[in-house]
């Protein structure tokens, strides 16, 4: 009964590949979000999607293309890995924002942990 | 400057102790306020939303001051398991809303 689930949990690669996480919640929230969080464990927003809908993309490499194909999924696929992408990548699901006084709650998944060696 | 700040830590303190963490965000038009807990290499989770009259959950209370722009976490009867990095969440209103997290302070609680 996981709520905010990601796969994989680890993953170890060379620069240079293209590889994907995978972002499931079973929370029937209508946004989710992906966030990078670096070695100094700075967690900054990446990606944002509403019902399918990309509605936040901050500053960050058109490497990255992030993918819902509903609104219980939100994947994200990585190009051309550089050694500067080795981080922690959490997705993440709210009820939209414009829901209700308690939306603003974020659950988190339980991270997948790059490493581009 | 910083949209959110706070002081990294770690905070070392013995069970039982008080302590104390500040936060300070530099937009004045910031909506809604948040302390998050992140255990060592786990998600972050919701610990308590920082309304503008204060408010209590247990042992943690939270303030809002809007004048000064700053907001604090206190944890009375420190316990083991508070041991953990306290995240300090903004949210601007840039036309979308979106969550801003300070580093996060570091607890230590020792026996």
């Known amino acids: 009964d996981t709520a905010v689930s990601q796969t994989p949990k680890y993953l170890v690669t060379q620069m240079g590949n293209d590889k994907s996480i995978k972002c499931e919640q079973n929370?029937?929230?209508?946004?989710m979000y992906w966030y990078k969080q670096d070695s100094k464990k700075f967690l900054k927003i990446m990606f944002s999607y509403n019902n399918k809908e990309l509605i936040i993309n901050e500053t960050v490499p058109n490497r990255f293309s992030p993918k819902s194909p509903d609104k219980a999924h939100l994947n994200l696929h990585i190009n051309s890995l550089e050694l500067g992408d080795s981080a922690v990548y959490f997705c993440a699901s709210s009820q939209d924002p414009s829901s209700g006084r308690y939306s603003y709650e974020q659950y988190f998944g339980p991270g997948t942990r790059l490493t581009v060696t | 400057r910083k949209e959110v700040e706070q002081d990294p830590g770690p905070f070392n303190v013995p069970e039982g102790a008080t302590v104390a963490f500040n936060c300070t965000y530099s937009n004045s038009a910031s909506q809604s306020f948040f302390w998050y807990r992140q255990d060592c290499r786990k998600e972050p989770k919701l610990l308590m939303s920082v309304y503008s009259s204060g408010n209590e959950d247990g042992r943690f209370t939270a303030q809002l001051n809007r004048a000064s722009q700053y907001i604090s976490l206190l944890i009375r009867d420190s316990k083991l398991s508070d041991s953990a990095t306290y995240l300090c969440v903004v949210i601007f209103d840039r036309g979308y809303s979106t969550l801003t997290f300070g580093k996060g302070t570091m607890l230590l609680v020792s026996p």
């Open positions: 929370l029937g929230h209508d946004t």
